[in-house]
């Protein structure tokens, strides 16, 4: 974990553990990112790579060059992918069914999906915010639509930095007390870990990054 960006980044907890996990990955080939935003650098898929070649979507038109693609409804889309790349969108989807059956057709033979929801955060409407989903949903429900070598990693330490999260909209605006209190959640949670016989992140995670496999 990068605990300088984590301590400094203008970005929220959940994302600042999103984007470690994500520079874990690889990616080549064709490459889509679902919920794409018009500012292309806080987009997780790089739109200049050397490696890929990036498509972006959204349900609404951010730019002329984004697809505008609604999961809920079933898709239409010709063009295949290596990858599929859906981070803080399914929360926003009142049913996984059509969504991950899309998602499943847009992937090439042996294509990955690689995404991540929330768990421990605040609400968040875009325009709604409906699903929390636990480790065990996340693996039943993409077995169920056929997806192969399923991975799940949960994001947090415990139980401190996850409460952390919850405050940092307020505790943000009074800095070097936010760092402060930062660190010491952390620490917190370190120390909690040694005394604990479960890792504490997987019983309080802030979020989930999961991969998955088409067969």
Sequence with gaps: MNYFNLLFSNNSILRCLQIDEFRKFSFKGDCIEFGANEKLNRNFLKYN??????????????KNNFLILNLEKKIKHKKKYDNVVIFNVLEHLSDLDIPLKNLYQLLKKSGRI???????????????????????????????????????????????????????????????????????????????????????KTIYPIGYVFSAVKK
């Design 114 to 200: 690689l995404g991540s929801t929330p768990f421990i955060y605040r609400i968040h409407g875009a325009p709604k915010d409906y699903n929390r989903y636990t480790k065990e949903y996340l693996k039943k429900i993409l077995k169920e639509k056929k997806f192969k070598r399923i991975e799940i990693y949960e994001l947090g330490i415990g139980p401190f930095l996850a409460s952390f999260s919850l405050l940092r909209g307020y505790l943000k605006f009074i800095p070097i007390l936010y760092q402060i209190l930062l660190f010491l959640a952390v620490i917190s949670d370190k120390i909690l870990s040694i005394f604990m016989k479960t890792n504490p």
């Design 49 to 62: 790579s050397k490696k890929y070649k990036t498509t972006y979507s959204n349900i609404v038109k951010k």
